[in-house]
């Protein structure tokens, strides 16, 4: 069995006085492992609050998120909160739009404390080598080798971002939730970054959701999904490679 994310009528709403807004209307949509769909649509339409229903950081009120892995098909809306937890440590990686960098740690120590997250703070010593070794082959496959004991204040905003994706990768997660990887770049840096998360994603096998407004990129998507006011429509299908 391989990676892949099934969203069936999902649907969130949110208390506004005596009333509620809703934010996910009977959402469906599915992404196979090594795919990404991609989510557009005008700010405050649901985007990232999609985003954080399928990683398990909201409850919705009803639907389905079933997340499949080689080890078993999990229903993320109905975790407990500390098995929500375990999984999103274990098994969904997270691309904010900022970088969330820990300041006083260098770019290898990031991914090296998101493998040591859950564990014993006596780690064997030949988990934390299995770490350092994994944390530097991914530094070095984002780009930024020679770069590893830099602190996030000594790196630019592109290699910030890149750091965030490697350390997002960093325990091999079944599912990547991607959210606008480029509002922060310029257009080069932008373009850099899609082209890496695209490289990454077919190689690690990661079903992806990435939340973009920039609509230059939609080509290499494998399939497009436009969101409003809580309504997901997939767009026609040239517009995904």
Do not use: C, W
Not at 45 to 56: F, I, Q, W
Not at 133 to 142: K, P, Q
Not at 202 to 216: I, K, N, P, Q, W
């Amino acid at each position: 069995m391989t990676n892949a994310l099934t969203v069936s009528d999902l649907t969130l709403t949110f208390p506004d006085g005596a009333d509620r807004i809703t934010a996910l209307n009977h959402v469906d949509l599915h992404v196979a492992g090594g795919e990404i769909a991609a989510i557009t649509g005008p700010s405050g339409s649901g985007k990232s609050t999609l985003l954080a229903s399928v990683s398990t950081l909201l409850r919705p009120d009803s639907g389905r998120v079933e997340l499949e892995t080689p080890t078993g098909t999990l229903d993320l809306a109905n975790l407990s909160r500390r098995d929500a937890a375990t999984l999103r440590r274990d098994s969904i990686g997270i691309v904010f739009q900022q970088s969330n960098l820990v300041p006083a740690l260098t770019a290898l120590e990031q991914l090296e404390a998101m493998a040591h997250l859950g564990q014993s703070l006596f780690a064997s010593p030949a988990k934390r080598r299995e770490a350092r070794s994994r944390g530097r082959d991914l530094l070095a496959a984002v780009g930024l080798s020679g770069h590893e004991n830099k602190r996030p204040a000594q790196l630019s905003g592109g290699q910030r971002q890149r750091v965030n994706i490697a350390r997002a990768l960093m325990n091999d997660p079944a599912l990547l939730v991607i959210d606008e990887p480029t509002s922060a770049l310029d257009q080069e840096r932008g373009a850099a970054i899609i082209d890496l998360i695209v490289g990454i994603v077919r190689e690690h096998g990661a079903a992806t959701l990435l939340v973009t407004h920039d609509l230059s990129h939609l080509d290499q998507m494998d399939s497009v999904y436009r969101m409003v006011d809580g309504v997901l429509t997939r767009q026609q299908a040239a517009l995904a490679a």
